[in-house]
């Protein structure tokens, strides 16, 4: 079993960067495909990115790519997901997940606020 801690979420003004980090439990980690997902109030939980169990492969959503990217570190069990040129759109709670393969995430984190203002 995997439990992921995601931090780095906060308050930030429009145009500014945030770098979330998603901490994983457990000697498999370098095994799973990790992701991001985020769920704005009222709104259905929206993909982001994720990456292959190795890090070689990456996908990042439309509505963020060119801002967000996504990377893992397997020695510290730990993804991350940096965010630059932030809009109030981003405004969401952020999750990792954790799953034997890309798309089949099966280990969810609490989550993490990030707020945009204007």
């Known amino acids: 079993q995997v439990q992921l801690v995601e931090s780095g979420g906060g308050l930030v003004q429009a145009g500014g960067s945030l770098r979330l980090s998603c901490a994983a439990s457990?000697?498999?980690?370098?095994?799973?495909?990790m992701g991001w997902f985020r769920q704005a109030p009222g709104k259905e939980r929206e993909f982001v990115a994720d990456i292959s169990w190795s890090g070689g492969s990456t996908y990042i959503a439309d509505s963020v790519k060119g801002r967000f990217t996504i990377s893992r570190d397997n020695a510290k069990n730990t993804v991350y997901l940096q965010m630059n040129s932030l809009k109030p759109e981003d405004t969401a709670v952020y999750y990792c997940?954790?799953?034997?393969?890309?798309?089949?995430?099966?280990?969810w984190g609490q989550g993490t606020q990030v707020t945009v203002s204007s």
């Open positions: 997940a954790a799953g034997s393969s890309r798309g089949s995430y099966i280990y």
């Open positions: 457990g000697r498999t980690f370098s095994m799973y495909a």
